[in-house]
């Protein structure tokens, strides 16, 4: 008996892809080795991706509050294709009130967007 998936794939029409790994995959690798140079361990890496072929690589780290503390710290290295820069934030979150506030910015490396053609609206 042939099992159906409970959710069949969609065609997305040609003007509505998004991009593919092997496209981004030299981006990803980059924002990976400026992190893995910038950021303590553990890191956790997402990457988002989109209909209209824009993407985000977003690597952090979380560094908890201390005992005499209420502040936690989340250091950030990001890349979104329609800026193309590679961007480092220190985030210091307030745990109690869930306030969050940009401590320190920098930008790395700009990278080309890899993918050759956007389409926008």
Excluded: C
């Excluded at 920098?106 to 990278?111: A, H, L, V």
Aim: overall charge negative; charged content about 30%; cysteine-free.
């Amino acid at each position: 008996m042939s099992k159906t998936h409970p959710y069949p794939e969609r065609q997305l029409p040609e003007d509505q892809i998004v991009p593919s790994m092997e496209t981004i995959g030299p981006v990803v690798d980059q924002v990976v080795a400026i992190a893995r140079q910038q950021l303590k361990r553990p890191i956790s890496v997402h990457i988002e991706t989109w209909e209209d072929q824009e993407f985000e690589v977003r690597v952090t780290h979380w560094s908890a509050p201390g005992v005499n503390t209420r502040y936690g710290y989340e250091s950030i290295i990001q890349y979104h294709s329609d800026r193309e820069t590679i961007r480092g934030v220190l985030i210091e979150e307030d745990t109690e009130t869930d306030e969050r506030e940009a401590l320190l910015q920098m930008d790395f490396n700009p990278i080309r967007d890899p993918v050759a053609a956007k389409n926008r609206d």
